[in-house]
């Protein structure tokens, strides 16, 4: 049986700002403990007003993303498209601060007038994942 955890975030819940990163702190008590310790997480809605005369192509965060690569050596979230399937990347459990950056098509970062996005948090059982991981090292 698959769980889940969903965490919504938009630019008037955000902790603070660093540049144009949005800087979201999850408090420890949100998880469940009895989750595995690790977790696939996909971004499964946006609602995204750009600034003028910007226009955001991709988000970046600071969560695990190892299994996505990207020349610029940037962890990417998603894509933000409608036609694409969301990315689901690997990352640890639980992460208690998650950073979100919007970048524009040439790389460059940018600051959206609005957004709010939804993260869904993917685990499986704690005793399978653990005997997953382990056989695969």
Do not use: C, W
Not at 21 to 38: D, G, H, M, Q, W
Not at 96 to 116: C, E, L, R, Y
């Amino acid at each position: 049986m698959q769980i889940y955890d969903y965490v919504i975030l938009s630019n008037t819940t955000n902790s603070s700002t660093n540049g144009h990163t949005y800087e979201f702190l999850i408090p420890p008590t949100y998880y469940n403990e009895k989750r595995s310790a690790v977790a696939q997480v996909e971004l499964i809605s946006l609602n995204l007003t750009d600034s003028a005369g910007t226009s955001s192509t991709y988000i970046t965060t600071n969560l695990g993303a190892s299994n996505v690569y990207h020349g610029k050596g940037k962890r990417i979230l998603g894509i933000i498209s409608n036609e694409t399937e969301p990315l689901a990347i690997s990352t640890p459990a639980r992460p208690d601060k998650i950073d979100i950056t919007f970048h524009q098509a040439n790389d460059s970062t940018s600051q959206p007038t609005s957004f709010i996005l939804a993260l869904k948090f993917s685990y499986g059982n704690q005793r399978e994942t653990s005997e997953t991981i382990q056989y695969q090292n």
